[in-house]
């Protein structure tokens, strides 16, 4: 693993969360994380956006397409929707505010190690909102029955496919005059009938797509 930050108070916060992994390298600098990676291409990489040389989103990019089997997570010291989405669009494993919580930031690697992607409960809404737009701008396809969906009751598919367009639970409860409380069971039992893991996952499924994504809390 790589911590890429200049900043002391930014890598003794990383190293809290990412204790007790076996190698764990430092980049100060654009320059010294492009020559540990040549090394070790397929790395795990936690890379603050403030790194000295990085280039925001653009060097991002050409850090994926360079290296694209090493994971980047990225981090901001102000994260944005916009910024995120872009970051997605680049390929990156992860996004993240700089100063997230230790435990958190634990959690996260372990998502990301196992092959999931970790985004922010509104950057994940955002990118649902996103693929929804996108899709609704689209033709619109014939899609086969969904026996996944088919195991849904009435309730359950009313649910998901307010959920596929980036509602959150509160907007979910009030459309469909229901309470919060019932909208996070129903969640429960749709994600366990579908067997999709969280939001992105199932509006995926919704939307004929499919892909992989876990939301943060």
Not at 23 to 39: N, Q
Not at 151 to 174: D, H, M, P
């Amino acid at each position: 693993m790589i911590c890429a930050t200049d900043r002391d108070e930014v890598r003794n916060r990383w190293f809290e969360g990412v204790a007790g992994h076996v190698h764990i390298r430092e980049a100060p600098s654009r320059d010294v994380l492009e020559d540990l990676l040549g090394r070790a291409p397929d790395d795990f990489v936690l890379l603050h956006l403030a790194l000295p040389g990085i280039g925001g989103i653009s060097g991002v990019k050409e850090l994926s397409e360079r290296f694209p089997n090493c994971r980047l997570f990225c981090f901001a010291d102000t994260p944005s929707d916009p910024e995120g989405l872009q970051l997605l669009q680049c390929g990156v494993s992860g996004y993240a505010n700089t100063y997230m919580n230790p435990g958190l930031l634990r959690q996260a690697v372990e998502v990301i190690e196992s092959g999931q992607v970790w985004l922010g409960q509104r950057l994940m809404q955002a990118l649902i909102r996103t693929m929804a737009t996108g899709r609704q701008s689209a033709p619109v396809p014939v899609h086969e029955p969904n026996p996944v969906l088919d195991k849904l009751t009435v309730r359950e598919k009313e649910i998901a496919a307010v959920l596929a367009e980036g509602a959150s639970n509160k907007i979910i409860a009030r459309k469909l005059d229901i309470t919060e409380r019932t909208v996070k069971a129903h969640l429960t039992s749709i994600f366990e009938k579908t067997g999709t893991k969280d939001r992105l996952e199932l509006a995926l499924l919704v939307q004929g797509a499919a892909g992989k994504a876990t939301l943060s809390t």
